[in-house]
Protein backbone atom coordinates (compact mmCIF):
# COMPACT_ATOMS: atom_id res chain seq x y z
CA UNK A 1 0.00 0.00 0.00
CA UNK A 2 1.59 3.56 -0.83
CA UNK A 3 0.70 5.98 1.25
CA UNK A 4 1.41 9.57 -0.18
CA UNK A 5 0.86 11.98 2.88
CA UNK A 6 0.34 15.67 2.09
CA UNK A 7 0.22 18.44 5.18
CA UNK A 8 -1.32 21.17 5.46
CA UNK A 9 -1.64 23.82 7.80
CA UNK A 10 -5.27 22.95 9.13
CA UNK A 11 -6.92 19.45 9.19
CA UNK A 12 -9.43 19.27 12.06
CA UNK A 13 -12.09 16.82 13.67
CA UNK A 14 -11.48 12.93 12.58
CA UNK A 15 -14.26 10.95 10.73
CA UNK A 16 -13.90 7.00 11.14
CA UNK A 17 -15.18 6.40 7.63
CA UNK A 18 -15.51 2.49 6.90
CA UNK A 19 -16.44 1.65 3.31
CA UNK A 20 -19.02 0.16 1.68
CA UNK A 21 -19.18 -1.74 -1.50
CA UNK A 22 -22.33 -1.42 -3.25
CA UNK A 23 -23.96 1.45 -1.10
CA UNK A 24 -23.09 3.87 -3.88
CA UNK A 25 -26.60 4.42 -4.78
CA UNK A 26 -28.67 4.49 -1.61
CA UNK A 27 -26.03 7.24 -0.46
CA UNK A 28 -26.37 9.48 -3.57
CA UNK A 29 -22.89 9.05 -4.87
CA UNK A 30 -22.11 11.01 -7.90
CA UNK A 31 -19.74 9.52 -10.82
CA UNK A 32 -17.83 11.55 -12.39
CA UNK A 33 -14.39 11.72 -15.22
CA UNK A 34 -11.59 13.78 -15.36
CA UNK A 35 -11.67 16.53 -17.73
CA UNK A 36 -8.10 15.55 -19.11
CA UNK A 37 -9.37 12.16 -20.83
CA UNK A 38 -10.28 14.42 -23.69
CA UNK A 39 -7.47 16.60 -23.48
CA UNK A 40 -4.47 14.75 -24.28
CA UNK A 41 -2.42 17.96 -25.00
CA UNK A 42 -2.48 18.45 -20.79
CA UNK A 43 -0.21 14.94 -20.78
CA UNK A 44 2.81 16.71 -22.23
CA UNK A 45 5.28 19.54 -21.71
CA UNK A 46 6.12 21.79 -24.37
CA UNK A 47 9.62 23.67 -24.97
CA UNK A 48 9.91 26.00 -28.00
CA UNK A 49 12.96 27.61 -29.78
CA UNK A 50 13.00 30.08 -32.15
CA UNK A 51 14.75 33.04 -33.33
CA UNK A 52 13.89 34.48 -29.62
CA UNK A 53 15.88 32.35 -28.09
CA UNK A 54 18.60 30.69 -29.58
CA UNK A 55 17.47 28.81 -32.62
CA UNK A 56 19.38 30.57 -35.93
CA UNK A 57 16.78 29.39 -38.09
CA UNK A 58 12.66 29.47 -37.92
CA UNK A 59 11.95 26.89 -40.98
CA UNK A 60 12.89 23.34 -40.50
CA UNK A 61 12.95 20.47 -43.58
CA UNK A 62 13.62 17.54 -41.78
CA UNK A 63 15.59 16.39 -38.24
CA UNK A 64 17.34 13.60 -37.52
CA UNK A 65 19.39 11.90 -34.10
CA UNK A 66 22.27 10.13 -34.31
CA UNK A 67 23.07 7.53 -32.47
CA UNK A 68 25.57 10.06 -30.04
CA UNK A 69 22.30 12.31 -29.20
CA UNK A 70 22.60 14.95 -31.34
CA UNK A 71 19.82 16.08 -33.18
CA UNK A 72 20.61 17.58 -36.87
CA UNK A 73 17.87 19.64 -38.94
CA UNK A 74 17.72 20.28 -42.22
CA UNK A 75 17.29 23.90 -43.55
CA UNK A 76 17.35 26.31 -46.27
CA UNK A 77 20.14 28.37 -44.26
CA UNK A 78 21.92 25.19 -43.22
CA UNK A 79 22.56 22.36 -41.69
CA UNK A 80 21.80 22.58 -37.78
CA UNK A 81 22.97 20.84 -34.62
CA UNK A 82 21.52 20.96 -31.46
CA UNK A 83 23.64 19.11 -28.56
CA UNK A 84 20.43 19.18 -25.46
CA UNK A 85 21.78 23.11 -24.90
CA UNK A 86 22.81 25.13 -27.88
CA UNK A 87 22.65 25.22 -31.15
CA UNK A 88 25.14 25.09 -33.58
CA UNK A 89 24.63 26.22 -37.52
CA UNK A 90 26.91 24.93 -40.11
CA UNK A 91 26.50 26.73 -43.43
CA UNK A 92 28.74 28.27 -46.54
CA UNK A 93 30.07 30.82 -44.38
CA UNK A 94 31.93 28.34 -42.00
CA UNK A 95 32.06 25.36 -43.57
CA UNK A 96 33.87 25.00 -46.89
CA UNK A 97 33.35 21.57 -47.63
CA UNK A 98 29.49 22.54 -47.81
CA UNK A 99 27.80 23.64 -51.18
CA UNK A 100 24.91 24.83 -50.52
CA UNK A 101 23.19 25.96 -47.47
CA UNK A 102 19.79 24.80 -48.84
CA UNK A 103 19.37 21.98 -47.75
CA UNK A 104 16.13 19.24 -48.25
CA UNK A 105 16.40 16.25 -46.39
CA UNK A 106 18.50 14.20 -43.88
CA UNK A 107 18.96 10.57 -43.59
CA UNK A 108 20.36 8.02 -41.74
CA UNK A 109 24.01 6.46 -42.75
CA UNK A 110 25.89 4.32 -40.63
CA UNK A 111 26.97 5.09 -37.24
CA UNK A 112 26.75 8.38 -36.78
CA UNK A 113 27.12 9.25 -40.19
CA UNK A 114 24.00 10.44 -42.05
CA UNK A 115 23.24 11.81 -46.16
CA UNK A 116 22.09 15.22 -46.88
CA UNK A 117 20.41 16.45 -50.35
CA UNK A 118 20.40 19.94 -51.54
CA UNK A 119 18.23 22.09 -53.79
CA UNK A 120 21.08 21.91 -56.60
CA UNK A 121 20.73 18.37 -56.85
CA UNK A 122 24.03 17.48 -54.50
CA UNK A 123 24.01 14.11 -52.46
CA UNK A 124 26.22 14.71 -49.70
CA UNK A 125 28.03 11.94 -47.43
CA UNK A 126 28.63 13.56 -43.46
CA UNK A 127 30.92 11.59 -41.27
CA UNK A 128 32.95 12.22 -38.31
CA UNK A 129 33.00 16.32 -39.61
CA UNK A 130 33.64 15.82 -42.79
CA UNK A 131 31.51 16.24 -45.70
CA UNK A 132 31.81 13.87 -49.25
CA UNK A 133 29.91 15.58 -52.15
CA UNK A 134 28.55 14.35 -55.00
CA UNK A 135 27.08 16.55 -57.43
CA UNK A 136 24.53 16.40 -59.94
CA UNK A 137 23.91 12.95 -59.36
CA UNK A 138 20.19 12.88 -58.41
CA UNK A 139 16.51 14.31 -58.67
CA UNK A 140 16.23 14.20 -54.66
CA UNK A 141 12.70 13.21 -54.68
CA UNK A 142 13.85 9.91 -55.83
CA UNK A 143 16.72 9.67 -52.98
CA UNK A 144 16.68 6.39 -51.25
CA UNK A 145 19.53 4.92 -48.89
CA UNK A 146 19.46 1.29 -47.25
CA UNK A 147 21.78 0.83 -44.54
CA UNK A 148 22.66 -2.97 -45.08
CA UNK A 149 23.99 -4.45 -41.53
CA UNK A 150 27.42 -2.87 -40.37
CA UNK A 151 29.15 -2.32 -43.54
CA UNK A 152 26.66 -1.79 -46.79
CA UNK A 153 25.38 1.36 -47.43
CA UNK A 154 22.99 1.67 -50.92
CA UNK A 155 22.21 4.66 -52.38
CA UNK A 156 19.09 4.71 -54.49
CA UNK A 157 20.47 7.71 -57.38
CA UNK A 158 20.38 8.70 -60.71
CA UNK A 159 17.72 6.44 -61.28
CA UNK A 160 20.34 3.33 -60.04
CA UNK A 161 21.27 1.31 -57.15
CA UNK A 162 24.95 2.02 -55.98
CA UNK A 163 26.85 0.70 -53.31
CA UNK A 164 28.70 3.29 -51.23
CA UNK A 165 32.56 2.45 -50.50
CA UNK A 166 33.20 4.03 -47.53
CA UNK A 167 36.93 3.66 -48.08
CA UNK A 168 36.77 5.24 -51.34
CA UNK A 169 33.83 7.20 -50.83
CA UNK A 170 32.58 6.65 -53.74
CA UNK A 171 29.53 5.22 -55.51
CA UNK A 172 29.44 2.11 -57.46
CA UNK A 173 26.74 1.06 -59.58
CA UNK A 174 24.88 -2.63 -59.02
CA UNK A 175 24.48 -3.10 -62.30
CA UNK A 176 25.07 -0.02 -64.52
CA UNK A 177 22.49 -1.24 -67.47
CA UNK A 178 19.46 0.22 -64.63
CA UNK A 179 20.48 3.16 -65.98
CA UNK A 180 20.03 2.49 -69.42
CA UNK A 181 17.11 0.19 -69.42
CA UNK A 182 15.08 0.84 -66.32
CA UNK A 183 14.51 4.08 -64.45
CA UNK A 184 14.86 2.45 -60.50
CA UNK A 185 12.32 4.73 -58.17
CA UNK A 186 12.32 2.71 -54.49
CA UNK A 187 14.72 -0.02 -52.80
CA UNK A 188 13.77 -2.13 -49.58
CA UNK A 189 16.03 -4.56 -47.94
CA UNK A 190 13.80 -7.46 -46.39
CA UNK A 191 14.10 -9.05 -43.38
CA UNK A 192 15.22 -12.33 -44.84
CA UNK A 193 18.25 -10.06 -47.11
CA UNK A 194 16.43 -10.05 -50.53
CA UNK A 195 16.89 -6.57 -51.71
CA UNK A 196 13.48 -4.99 -53.56
CA UNK A 197 14.09 -2.88 -56.26
CA UNK A 198 11.30 -0.54 -57.32
CA UNK A 199 10.59 0.73 -61.19
CA UNK A 200 8.88 3.52 -62.76
CA UNK A 201 6.33 3.56 -65.83
CA UNK A 202 6.12 -0.34 -65.43
CA UNK A 203 5.43 -0.95 -62.45
CA UNK A 204 7.58 -3.57 -61.24
CA UNK A 205 9.48 -4.91 -58.46
CA UNK A 206 12.47 -6.69 -58.71
CA UNK A 207 14.10 -8.85 -55.99
CA UNK A 208 17.75 -10.36 -55.46
CA UNK A 209 19.92 -12.24 -52.62
CA UNK A 210 23.56 -11.33 -51.31
CA UNK A 211 25.64 -11.31 -53.80
CA UNK A 212 22.65 -8.99 -55.49
CA UNK A 213 23.31 -10.56 -59.26
CA UNK A 214 20.69 -12.27 -60.41
CA UNK A 215 17.29 -10.64 -59.81
CA UNK A 216 13.52 -11.66 -60.06
CA UNK A 217 10.39 -10.09 -60.84
CA UNK A 218 8.15 -10.71 -57.46
CA UNK A 219 5.08 -8.35 -58.26
CA UNK A 220 3.82 -6.17 -61.10
CA UNK A 221 2.06 -3.59 -58.82
CA UNK A 222 -0.21 -1.21 -61.08
CA UNK A 223 1.40 0.20 -64.29
CA UNK A 224 3.34 3.33 -62.78
CA UNK A 225 5.74 4.56 -60.43
CA UNK A 226 7.03 2.94 -57.04
CA UNK A 227 8.47 5.33 -54.99
CA UNK A 228 8.26 3.76 -51.88
CA UNK A 229 8.18 0.03 -50.82
CA UNK A 230 7.55 -1.39 -47.14
CA UNK A 231 7.49 -4.68 -45.86
CA UNK A 232 5.13 -5.63 -43.04
CA UNK A 233 5.20 -8.33 -40.06
CA UNK A 234 3.10 -10.36 -41.86
CA UNK A 235 5.62 -10.44 -44.93
CA UNK A 236 3.45 -8.43 -47.42
CA UNK A 237 4.93 -5.97 -49.76
CA UNK A 238 3.56 -2.53 -49.73
CA UNK A 239 4.27 -0.18 -52.88
CA UNK A 240 3.22 3.30 -53.37
CA UNK A 241 3.42 6.42 -55.22
CA UNK A 242 0.32 8.20 -56.56
CA UNK A 243 -1.95 4.29 -56.14
CA UNK A 244 -1.04 1.91 -52.87
CA UNK A 245 -1.61 -1.23 -52.86
CA UNK A 246 0.11 -4.85 -50.96
CA UNK A 247 1.23 -7.71 -52.17
CA UNK A 248 0.91 -11.06 -50.68
CA UNK A 249 3.34 -12.75 -52.43
CA UNK A 250 0.87 -14.54 -54.41
CA UNK A 251 -1.57 -11.18 -55.83
CA UNK A 252 -1.91 -7.81 -55.13
CA UNK A 253 -4.59 -6.10 -53.58
CA UNK A 254 -5.11 -2.33 -54.90
CA UNK A 255 -7.04 0.46 -52.74
CA UNK A 256 -9.90 2.63 -54.44
CA UNK A 257 -6.84 6.05 -54.11
CA UNK A 258 -8.47 9.73 -53.39
CA UNK A 259 -7.91 12.22 -56.36
CA UNK A 260 -5.21 15.59 -55.61
CA UNK A 261 -6.62 18.27 -53.57
CA UNK A 262 -3.00 20.51 -54.78
CA UNK A 263 -4.50 23.52 -57.25
CA UNK A 264 -4.95 22.65 -60.33
CA UNK A 265 -3.96 18.33 -59.71
CA UNK A 266 -7.42 17.68 -59.63
CA UNK A 267 -7.68 14.88 -61.99
CA UNK A 268 -4.44 13.46 -60.74
CA UNK A 269 -4.43 10.49 -58.30
CA UNK A 270 -2.84 11.69 -54.86
CA UNK A 271 0.56 11.29 -53.60
CA UNK A 272 1.72 9.04 -50.79
CA UNK A 273 4.24 10.06 -48.74
CA UNK A 274 4.86 7.18 -46.33
CA UNK A 275 3.93 3.99 -45.14
CA UNK A 276 4.32 2.83 -41.12
CA UNK A 277 3.68 -0.18 -38.86
CA UNK A 278 2.91 0.38 -35.50
CA UNK A 279 2.95 -2.47 -32.35
CA UNK A 280 -0.37 -3.38 -32.61
CA UNK A 281 0.62 -4.01 -35.86
CA UNK A 282 -1.89 -1.57 -37.79
CA UNK A 283 -0.62 -0.13 -41.07
CA UNK A 284 -0.74 4.17 -41.40
CA UNK A 285 -0.51 5.70 -44.31
CA UNK A 286 0.51 9.55 -44.73
CA UNK A 287 -0.65 11.22 -48.17
CA UNK A 288 -1.25 14.79 -49.54
CA UNK A 289 -4.91 14.52 -48.89
CA UNK A 290 -4.53 13.31 -45.00
CA UNK A 291 -4.04 10.24 -42.74
CA UNK A 292 -5.25 6.96 -43.06
CA UNK A 293 -5.63 3.23 -41.32
CA UNK A 294 -4.66 0.71 -44.36
CA UNK A 295 -6.89 -1.81 -43.44
CA UNK A 296 -7.08 -5.72 -45.28
CA UNK A 297 -9.46 -4.57 -47.89
CA UNK A 298 -9.76 -0.17 -47.83
CA UNK A 299 -8.03 2.93 -46.61
CA UNK A 300 -9.99 4.39 -43.73
CA UNK A 301 -9.76 7.81 -43.08
CA UNK A 302 -8.53 9.04 -39.77
CA UNK A 303 -7.79 12.88 -40.64
CA UNK A 304 -8.89 14.41 -43.92
CA UNK A 305 -6.71 17.87 -45.44
CA UNK A 306 -9.07 20.70 -45.95
CA UNK A 307 -6.71 21.62 -48.16
CA UNK A 308 -2.85 21.37 -48.86
CA UNK A 309 -0.02 23.02 -51.13
CA UNK A 310 2.97 20.94 -52.43
CA UNK A 311 4.94 19.06 -50.72
CA UNK A 312 8.71 20.13 -49.77
CA UNK A 313 10.97 17.12 -51.26
CA UNK A 314 11.58 16.16 -47.69
CA UNK A 315 7.97 15.64 -47.12
CA UNK A 316 8.03 13.56 -50.14
CA UNK A 317 10.52 11.69 -47.92
CA UNK A 318 8.96 10.66 -44.91
CA UNK A 319 9.52 13.56 -42.70
CA UNK A 320 5.76 13.71 -41.78
CA UNK A 321 6.20 10.32 -40.02
CA UNK A 322 8.06 8.28 -37.06
CA UNK A 323 8.31 5.74 -35.27
CA UNK A 324 9.35 5.04 -31.78
CA UNK A 325 11.21 2.78 -29.45
CA UNK A 326 8.14 1.88 -27.95
CA UNK A 327 6.47 1.04 -31.34
CA UNK A 328 4.02 3.84 -31.32
CA UNK A 329 4.17 5.34 -34.67
CA UNK A 330 3.58 9.58 -34.94
CA UNK A 331 2.32 11.60 -37.88
CA UNK A 332 2.00 15.50 -38.66
CA UNK A 333 -1.06 16.57 -40.53
CA UNK A 334 -1.13 20.53 -41.04
CA UNK A 335 -1.21 21.85 -37.54
CA UNK A 336 -2.21 18.19 -35.53
CA UNK A 337 -0.11 15.50 -34.37
CA UNK A 338 -1.21 11.72 -34.37
CA UNK A 339 -0.33 8.60 -32.46
CA UNK A 340 -1.18 5.62 -33.96
CA UNK A 341 -4.15 7.39 -35.45
CA UNK A 342 -5.38 9.39 -32.31
CA UNK A 343 -4.97 13.21 -32.09
CA UNK A 344 -2.64 14.08 -29.25
CA UNK A 345 -2.32 17.76 -29.26
CA UNK A 346 -2.09 20.70 -32.38
CA UNK A 347 1.12 23.21 -32.39
CA UNK A 348 -0.13 27.04 -33.00
CA UNK A 349 1.40 26.88 -37.16
CA UNK A 350 1.23 24.64 -39.55
CA UNK A 351 3.84 21.77 -39.09
CA UNK A 352 6.53 20.52 -41.51
CA UNK A 353 8.76 17.41 -39.72
CA UNK A 354 8.88 15.20 -36.98
CA UNK A 355 11.23 13.43 -34.95
CA UNK A 356 10.83 10.80 -32.77
CA UNK A 357 14.20 11.06 -30.23
CA UNK A 358 16.02 7.90 -28.56
CA UNK A 359 13.99 8.85 -25.03
CA UNK A 360 10.93 8.64 -27.40
CA UNK A 361 10.33 12.84 -27.26
CA UNK A 362 8.69 14.28 -30.04
CA UNK A 363 10.38 16.94 -32.07
CA UNK A 364 7.85 18.81 -34.35
CA UNK A 365 9.27 21.20 -36.95
CA UNK A 366 6.41 24.11 -37.09
CA UNK A 367 6.31 26.84 -40.03
CA UNK A 368 7.73 30.19 -38.90
CA UNK A 369 7.90 29.41 -35.75
CA UNK A 370 10.51 27.50 -35.14
CA UNK A 371 11.17 23.75 -33.37
CA UNK A 372 8.73 22.24 -30.64
CA UNK A 373 9.76 19.47 -28.32
CA UNK A 374 6.90 16.89 -26.25
CA UNK A 375 7.61 15.18 -23.70
CA UNK A 376 5.24 12.68 -21.53
CA UNK A 377 4.61 14.80 -18.57
CA UNK A 378 5.23 13.08 -15.10
CA UNK A 379 2.45 14.85 -13.52
CA UNK A 380 -0.85 14.60 -15.14
CA UNK A 381 -3.09 17.46 -13.96
CA UNK A 382 -6.93 15.93 -12.91
CA UNK A 383 -9.94 17.83 -12.31
CA UNK A 384 -13.21 16.62 -11.33
CA UNK A 385 -16.34 18.05 -12.91
CA UNK A 386 -18.95 20.31 -11.28
CA UNK A 387 -16.31 20.73 -8.00
CA UNK A 388 -14.02 23.21 -6.71
CA UNK A 389 -10.91 21.19 -6.82
CA UNK A 390 -9.24 22.66 -4.00
CA UNK A 391 -7.79 19.61 -3.03
CA UNK A 392 -6.16 18.88 0.72
CA UNK A 393 -5.23 15.17 1.15
CA UNK A 394 -4.58 12.25 -1.19
CA UNK A 395 -4.23 8.52 -0.39
CA UNK A 396 -4.32 5.24 -1.89
CA UNK A 397 -5.79 2.37 0.07
CA UNK A 398 -4.81 -1.20 -0.40
CA UNK A 399 -7.73 -1.64 -3.51
CA UNK A 400 -5.86 0.83 -5.55
CA UNK A 401 -8.50 3.29 -5.17
CA UNK A 402 -6.83 6.91 -4.91
CA UNK A 403 -8.70 9.00 -2.39
CA UNK A 404 -8.78 12.95 -2.40
CA UNK A 405 -10.14 14.80 0.18
CA UNK A 406 -11.36 18.70 -0.89
CA UNK A 407 -11.81 21.79 1.10
CA UNK A 408 -15.68 22.22 0.64
CA UNK A 409 -16.89 18.84 -1.70
CA UNK A 410 -16.40 16.03 0.29
CA UNK A 411 -14.66 13.75 0.09
CA UNK A 412 -13.98 11.47 -3.64
CA UNK A 413 -12.06 8.44 -5.07
CA UNK A 414 -10.52 7.44 -8.58
CA UNK A 415 -11.61 4.36 -9.69
CA UNK A 416 -8.87 2.19 -12.24
CA UNK A 417 -10.53 3.45 -15.07
CA UNK A 418 -10.53 6.63 -14.86
CA UNK A 419 -14.26 7.36 -12.77
CA UNK A 420 -14.30 9.60 -9.73
CA UNK A 421 -16.39 8.08 -7.05
CA UNK A 422 -17.87 11.23 -4.96
CA UNK A 423 -19.75 11.27 -1.49
CA UNK A 424 -21.48 14.43 -0.63
CA UNK A 425 -21.12 14.36 3.09
CA UNK A 426 -19.29 16.89 5.18
CA UNK A 427 -19.65 19.52 2.24
CA UNK A 428 -19.45 22.46 2.87
CA UNK A 429 -18.33 21.81 6.55
CA UNK A 430 -14.30 21.78 6.27
CA UNK A 431 -11.58 20.35 4.44
CA UNK A 432 -10.63 16.45 4.37
CA UNK A 433 -6.79 16.03 4.56
CA UNK A 434 -5.32 13.11 6.49
CA UNK A 435 -5.82 9.93 5.66
CA UNK A 436 -5.15 6.41 7.33
CA UNK A 437 -6.33 2.75 6.52
CA UNK A 438 -5.95 0.42 8.92
CA UNK A 439 -5.26 -3.12 9.35
CA UNK A 440 -9.12 -4.25 9.53
CA UNK A 441 -10.08 -2.19 6.18
CA UNK A 442 -11.62 1.16 8.08
CA UNK A 443 -10.71 4.09 6.77
CA UNK A 444 -9.66 6.86 8.70
CA UNK A 445 -10.03 10.71 7.71
CA UNK A 446 -9.11 13.99 9.85
CA UNK A 447 -11.31 17.59 8.87
CA UNK A 448 -11.04 21.07 9.14
CA UNK A 449 -13.31 22.16 11.80
CA UNK A 450 -14.75 25.20 9.57
CA UNK A 451 -16.43 26.88 13.05
CA UNK A 452 -19.09 24.08 13.22
CA UNK A 453 -19.19 21.14 15.81
CA UNK A 454 -21.62 19.02 13.59
CA UNK A 455 -21.70 15.55 13.95
CA UNK A 456 -21.30 14.16 10.29
CA UNK A 457 -23.66 10.79 9.94
CA UNK A 458 -25.64 9.59 7.12
CA UNK A 459 -29.06 9.31 7.18
CA UNK A 460 -29.11 6.33 5.63
CA UNK A 461 -26.69 3.09 5.96
CA UNK A 462 -23.51 4.22 8.35
CA UNK A 463 -20.96 5.09 6.02
CA UNK A 464 -19.28 6.67 8.60
CA UNK A 465 -19.06 8.29 12.19
CA UNK A 466 -17.24 10.72 14.72
CA UNK A 467 -14.16 10.15 16.94
CA UNK A 468 -14.81 11.55 20.12
CA UNK A 469 -12.26 13.71 22.06
CA UNK A 470 -10.03 15.22 18.73
CA UNK A 471 -9.10 18.81 19.17
CA UNK A 472 -9.01 21.18 16.28
CA UNK A 473 -6.30 20.49 13.16
CA UNK A 474 -6.06 16.64 12.88
CA UNK A 475 -2.77 16.71 11.21
CA UNK A 476 -1.43 12.84 11.36
CA UNK A 477 -2.64 9.52 10.94
CA UNK A 478 -0.53 6.41 12.33
CA UNK A 479 -1.07 2.52 13.54
CA UNK A 480 1.33 1.08 15.64
CA UNK A 481 2.52 -2.56 15.09
CA UNK A 482 0.44 -3.30 18.31
CA UNK A 483 -2.63 -1.96 16.02
CA UNK A 484 -3.47 1.29 17.78
CA UNK A 485 -4.09 4.28 16.10
CA UNK A 486 -2.79 7.34 16.82
CA UNK A 487 -3.57 10.96 15.81
CA UNK A 488 -1.47 14.49 15.61
CA UNK A 489 -3.37 17.38 16.43
CA UNK A 490 -3.46 21.30 17.41
CA UNK A 491 -3.10 20.04 20.77
CA UNK A 492 -0.77 16.92 20.36
CA UNK A 493 -0.56 13.33 20.17
CA UNK A 494 -3.89 11.01 21.42
CA UNK A 495 -4.29 7.45 20.94
CA UNK A 496 -7.16 5.24 20.10
CA UNK A 497 -7.18 1.92 21.21
CA UNK A 498 -8.62 -1.33 19.65
CA UNK A 499 -12.99 -1.42 19.69
CA UNK A 500 -13.18 2.30 21.28
CA UNK A 501 -14.85 4.91 19.69
CA UNK A 502 -12.98 7.44 21.49
CA UNK A 503 -9.68 8.46 22.12
CA UNK A 504 -6.75 9.19 25.29
CA UNK A 505 -4.76 12.17 24.96
CA UNK A 506 -1.26 11.42 25.70
CA UNK A 507 0.47 13.96 28.30
CA UNK A 508 4.00 13.43 28.69
CA UNK A 509 4.35 15.37 31.72
CA UNK A 510 2.30 18.45 33.72
CA UNK A 511 5.50 20.75 33.24
CA UNK A 512 5.94 20.16 29.17
CA UNK A 513 3.92 22.50 26.43
CA UNK A 514 1.83 20.62 23.84
CA UNK A 515 2.92 21.59 20.36
CA UNK A 516 0.94 20.67 17.06
CA UNK A 517 1.61 17.41 15.87
CA UNK A 518 2.22 17.43 12.39
CA UNK A 519 3.74 14.32 11.02
CA UNK A 520 3.81 10.82 13.41
CA UNK A 521 6.28 7.86 12.18
CA UNK A 522 7.15 4.50 13.94
CA UNK A 523 10.89 3.20 13.02
CA UNK A 524 11.95 -0.40 12.61
CA UNK A 525 12.29 -0.61 16.73
CA UNK A 526 8.10 0.27 17.82
CA UNK A 527 9.36 3.91 18.55
CA UNK A 528 6.90 7.08 17.42
CA UNK A 529 8.47 9.78 16.15
CA UNK A 530 6.62 13.16 16.01
CA UNK A 531 7.47 16.52 13.96
CA UNK A 532 5.92 19.47 16.05
CA UNK A 533 5.17 22.53 14.79
CA UNK A 534 7.50 24.68 17.55
CA UNK A 535 8.69 21.57 19.71
CA UNK A 536 11.12 20.04 17.72
CA UNK A 537 10.44 16.33 17.77
CA UNK A 538 9.84 13.65 20.53
CA UNK A 539 10.82 10.57 20.68
CA UNK A 540 8.14 7.91 22.44
CA UNK A 541 8.42 3.95 23.67
CA UNK A 542 4.69 3.72 23.60
CA UNK A 543 5.17 0.51 25.52
CA UNK A 544 7.22 1.75 28.34
CA UNK A 545 5.89 5.27 28.20
CA UNK A 546 9.48 6.69 28.06
CA UNK A 547 9.91 9.70 25.80
CA UNK A 548 12.32 12.46 24.88
CA UNK A 549 12.56 15.66 23.00
CA UNK A 550 15.04 16.93 20.55
CA UNK A 551 15.18 20.37 19.69
CA UNK A 552 17.75 23.71 18.93
CA UNK A 553 19.19 23.19 22.35
CA UNK A 554 20.50 19.43 20.91
CA UNK A 555 21.48 20.71 17.70
CA UNK A 556 18.13 20.81 15.77
CA UNK A 557 18.63 23.48 13.44
CA UNK A 558 14.69 24.36 13.62
CA UNK A 559 12.16 23.67 16.16
CA UNK A 560 9.49 24.18 12.95
CA UNK A 561 9.25 20.72 11.79
CA UNK A 562 7.22 19.02 8.67
CA UNK A 563 8.20 15.67 7.89
CA UNK A 564 10.19 12.28 9.28
CA UNK A 565 11.86 9.38 7.60
CA UNK A 566 13.88 6.26 8.98
CA UNK A 567 16.45 5.23 6.32
CA UNK A 568 17.98 1.45 6.15
CA UNK A 569 20.79 2.38 8.74
CA UNK A 570 18.29 3.50 11.38
CA UNK A 571 18.50 7.01 11.05
CA UNK A 572 15.91 9.68 11.74
CA UNK A 573 15.66 12.31 8.67
CA UNK A 574 14.09 15.39 9.95
CA UNK A 575 12.72 18.39 7.51
CA UNK A 576 12.27 21.61 9.41
CA UNK A 577 10.41 24.39 8.19
CA UNK A 578 12.62 27.19 7.28
CA UNK A 579 15.89 25.81 7.73
CA UNK A 580 16.88 22.59 5.74
CA UNK A 581 17.31 19.41 6.42
CA UNK A 582 18.70 17.67 9.57
CA UNK A 583 19.76 13.88 10.32
CA UNK A 584 19.67 12.01 13.74
CA UNK A 585 21.56 8.98 14.70
CA UNK A 586 19.19 7.41 17.84
CA UNK A 587 22.25 5.72 19.18
CA UNK A 588 24.66 8.14 18.86
CA UNK A 589 22.01 10.91 18.94
CA UNK A 590 24.09 13.64 16.92
CA UNK A 591 22.04 15.69 14.83
CA UNK A 592 23.70 16.95 11.42
CA UNK A 593 22.17 19.32 9.39
CA UNK A 594 22.49 17.95 5.65
CA UNK A 595 20.99 20.78 3.35
Not at 11 to 18: A, C, E
Not at 200 to 219: A, M, N, S
Not at 444 to 456: A, C, D, H, M, W
Amino acid sequence: MQFLHVMKWFVSFLLLFVFYEGQAQSNNIALGIWQNQDRKEEMYLSEKWNLQNGLPVNNINQMYQTPDGFIWSATFNGLLRFDGVNFKLYDVSNTPDLPSNRITTITAGQGNSFWLTTEQHHLIHFDKGNFTVFEGILNAQELQIIVDGDSLTWVLAKNRVNQFDHQSKKLEPLIPKFSKEKEATSLLRLRNGSLLIGFGEEGKVLKTKFPYIEFDTVQTFNKGKTSILFEDTKGRIWGAHNRINYSTGESVMGFTNEQSIYSGWSKVPALYHAIEEDDNNNIWVSSETGLYKATDEKLEYIYKKPFSFAPDISVWRGATMTKCKDGAVWNIQDNKVFRNGELQFQTEELASCILCDLEDNIWVGVLRTGIQRYRLSLIESLVVEDFGNNFYGVYEDSSDRIWFGSWVDGMHYLTKDGQVVSFPFGRGKGALASFLEGSDGTLYVGRLKNNQNTSLKSEGPKVFEEIQGLNESVFAIQESRDGTIWFGDKFGLHRLKNGETAVDPIKFSDEMVDFPVRFILESKDNILWMATNGGGIRKFNYETGDFKVYDISDGLSSDNVRGLMEDQKGNIWIATEDKGLNRLNPNTEEIVMDA
